[in-house]
């Protein structure tokens, strides 16, 4: 299965991924992750892509699609995966279609005043990257992840300006993305306003019956 999360940032894209990823033993890809993982380690990468990440805009597509060719390569992404935060612009989309055949892109639909509500209270942890939210998802223990106790923090681009600069870029650069998309019949719908547990039976519903 070789699917693509598409959706505004703070969709649930990376929770859902996690989980659908774990559940179908295929591999979650992040962009994000990968970058932010890069600015952790201060490696050359993580230094050219910091302050476009804080800022919330995108990183340039040559750096990005060759980072994303380099990782599909490997023998993990052999049997399929879920790329989630890829592609966000057109020339993305049309690179990744030389040398890649997508079985389906989930696109992830919730309003903006959702996304803020969300963006605003998630956490996230700096050892294993897992995701909670102190609303919706709250940890059992304040600050610690559930699962390997690692601290949780708040994203750089978590700030409300970069919120509201990456729901604009979301709207210029990667909306036009679903009718690219949807021209090539492989666009499925998520309602991502509910719960993880319903938007996750949606999911299961498409991959186990439609594809
Ligand atoms: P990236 O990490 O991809 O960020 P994003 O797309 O903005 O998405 P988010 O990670 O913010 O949200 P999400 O949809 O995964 O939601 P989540 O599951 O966390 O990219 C970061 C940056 O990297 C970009 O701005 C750009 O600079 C660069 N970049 C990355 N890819 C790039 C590319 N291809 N090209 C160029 N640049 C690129 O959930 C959000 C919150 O909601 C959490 O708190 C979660 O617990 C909660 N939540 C989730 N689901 C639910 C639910 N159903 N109900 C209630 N709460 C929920």
Redesign the pocket.
């Known amino acids: 299965m070789r699917l693509i999360?598409l959706?505004?940032?703070?969709?649930?894209?990376?929770?859902?991924?996690?989980l659908t990823g774990r559940r179908y033993a295929i591999p979650q890809i992040?962009?994000?992750?990968i970058?932010?993982e890069a600015v952790k380690k201060e490696t050359e990468l993580g230094l050219k892509?910091k302050s476009?990440?804080v800022?919330?805009?995108?990183?340039?597509?040559d750096l990005?699609i060759n980072l994303?060719k380099e990782r599909l390569a490997c023998e993990d992404a052999q049997k399929g995966y879920i790329l989630?935060?890829?592609?966000?612009?057109i020339p993305?989309a049309e690179a990744l279609s030389s040398f890649q055949q997508i079985d389906a892109v989930l696109q992830?639909n919730i309003s903006d005043e959702a996304v803020i509500r969300?963006?605003s209270?998630?956490?996230?942890c700096r050892a294993c990257g897992a995701?909670?939210?102190i609303?919706?998802?709250p940890p059992k223990a304040a600050g610690i992840c559930d699962r390997c106790s690692g601290e949780l923090y708040i994203?750089g681009?978590?700030r409300i300006d970069s919120i509201k600069n990456?729901l604009e870029?979301?709207e210029q650069q990667t909306a036009p993305l679903i009718r690219y998309y949807q021209d090539k019949g492989l666009i499925r719908d998520i309602d991502?306003?509910?719960?993880?547990e319903?938007?996750m039976q949606q999911v299961d519903r498409i991959l186990q019956y439609e594809l």
């Open positions: 999360f959706g505004p940032p703070g969709a649930g894209k990376g929770t859902l991924a996690g992040s962009t994000g992750d970058f932010r892509v476009i990440m800022r919330g805009d995108l990183v340039p597509d990005t994303i989630d935060g890829f592609p966000r612009t993305q992830f969300r963006l209270g998630r956490r996230t995701i909670y939210n609303d919706s998802i994203r681009d978590d990456r870029v979301y991502a306003s509910i719960s993880v319903e938007s």
